[in-house]
């Protein structure tokens, strides 16, 4: 079928290629410029090739904006953050010496509890059991989906083969409120267009 009504799902999937390849893609299409819009006096160009992301000290994490309008109506409109401005990246030793495939099937573990005391308990919890016989893919499912959403939540990165050394209460990334933003109310904003 046309994918008019998916032009939003794969600018989704553009822009997260883009943010984990650090590469911003092409602008396909485009011969002529209007002369009035002035890019050089706006700093600003169109990217006409693949293009390395700008790195640097002076450089802002990278974040991608796409508004989405496609043929038949669909409206998305999105910001995507880089990975690196919520979770800082893995500098210690001995991770960074860790064969590629290890360092990159990270898991998620997430945990949640009533409060900050709570949340930090239910990773000393889990510490008082046998990590190392354990299933960690199992372990990242259970924590993730047969597990009660408290309002005070948080996750860690761990390594499958290394969860004894990698779970510990000073690994764990919290919002920096305490809390989830789970209880704030939802706003709908239909513009007119298309079959809503």
């Not at 990217?47 to 450089?59: H, K, L, S």
């Not at 990242?140 to 309002?151: E, F």
């Not at 083969?161 to 050394?165: A, D, K, P, V």
């Given at each position: 079928g046309p994918g008019s009504d998916s032009s939003g799902l794969t600018s989704i999937i553009k822009a997260v290629l883009a943010l984990e390849r650090a590469e911003i893609p092409p602008t396909v299409g485009i011969q002529t410029l209007n002369p009035k819009l002035d890019l050089d006096g706006r700093n600003m160009r169109v990217?006409?090739?693949?293009?390395?992301?700008?790195?640097?000290?002076?450089?802002r994490a990278r974040r991608v904006s796409v508004n989405s309008f496609g043929y038949g109506g669909a409206n998305a409109h999105f910001i995507l953050d880089a990975v690196e401005m919520h979770v800082p990246p893995l500098s210690s030793v001995d991770m960074m010496q860790e064969e590629d495939d290890e360092r990159r099937a990270l898991l998620l573990l997430p945990f949640s509890g009533s409060s900050s005391v709570s949340l930090q308990r239910r990773v000393t919890d889990l510490l008082g059991l046998d990590l190392d016989k354990m299933d960690s893919g199992a372990l990242?499912?259970?924590?993730?989906?047969?597990?009660?959403?408290?309002?005070t939540r948080g996750f860690i990165l761990a390594r499958p083969?290394?969860?004894?050394?990698d779970v510990t209460p000073e690994r764990m990334r919290a919002s920096p409120d305490g809390g989830s933003h789970s209880r704030f109310p939802l706003t709908f904003l239909f513009s007119g267009h298309g079959a809503q």
């Open positions: 990217v006409t090739e693949t293009t390395p992301w700008p790195r640097g000290p002076t450089q990242a499912h259970t924590l993730g989906v047969r597990r009660s959403h408290l309002p083969r290394h969860l004894r050394q």
